[in-house]
């Protein structure tokens, strides 16, 4: 999990599940005062044999020394849970967790986020609006951005788009 911070995700999963269906989870943060809050779920819930925790910027290139050689091009699963908007360099990101996914599509690249394309439905909307939705786009942007979130473009959509399999479920927009 790139950007896990605090381990939070974890709740959401059974512990019984975690221990069934998982040999190992890496949670990978450049915070260490947020991997300290995830040490301690992570002890609290019993996971300290499954979970290893990592400080180190996932986008160098350093990052495959934090991670066992033996997993290189062969994690099941990488996931981005509303991390990836927070990195700045967002190719270096997903060119390393393609690096540790299992070639083929054996390996699964998950992705929660904020993004901002343009949309299912905008080509239907009248020559009158489309200037009005990149006033929106525009506005979107720069308010996320104070926070230091750089909603996902077209170019790192596009990235994605060509190396995966991309399976879309846009369930809040």
């Given at each position: 999990?790139?950007?896990g911070g605090t381990a939070r995700n974890l709740e959401f999963i059974p512990v019984e599940t975690i221990k069934k269906y998982f040999s190992q989870i890496f949670i990978v943060d450049v915070s260490a005062s947020l991997l300290q809050v995830a040490h301690r779920r992570v002890k609290?819930?019993?996971?300290?044999?499954?979970?290893?925790?990592?400080?180190?910027?996932?986008?160098?290139?350093?990052?495959?020394?934090?991670?066992?050689?033996?997993?290189?091009?062969?994690?099941?699963?990488?996931?981005?849970?509303?991390?990836?908007?927070?990195?700045?360099?967002?190719?270096?990101?997903?060119?390393?967790?393609?690096?540790?996914?299992?070639?083929?599509?054996?390996?699964?690249?998950?992705?929660?986020?904020?993004?901002?394309?343009?949309?299912?439905?905008?080509?239907?909307?009248?020559?009158?609006?489309?200037?009005?939705?990149?006033?929106?786009?525009?506005?979107?942007?720069?308010?996320?951005?104070?926070?230091?979130?750089?909603?996902?473009?077209?170019?790192?959509?596009?990235?994605?788009?060509?190396?995966?399999?991309?399976?879309?479920?846009?369930?809040?927009?």
């Open positions: 999990d790139v950007g609290k819930m019993g996971l300290s044999n499954y979970v290893t925790l990592i400080e180190h910027d996932f986008t160098k290139k350093t990052i495959f020394d934090q991670i066992p050689k033996h997993l290189h091009g062969q994690v099941d699963l990488v996931t981005f849970s509303y991390s990836l908007s927070m990195i700045p360099d967002k190719v270096s990101a997903v060119n390393t967790a393609m690096k540790l996914l299992k070639p083929n599509g054996h390996g699964v690249l998950g992705i929660g986020d904020f993004f901002l394309s343009g949309g299912i439905h905008e080509d239907q909307l009248s020559p009158f609006l489309l200037p009005l939705r990149k006033v929106e786009r525009f506005f979107q942007r720069s308010w996320f951005k104070q926070d230091g979130v750089h909603l996902l473009d077209s170019q790192i959509m596009e990235k994605i788009e060509k190396s995966t399999e991309v399976v879309w479920d846009e369930r809040f927009r």
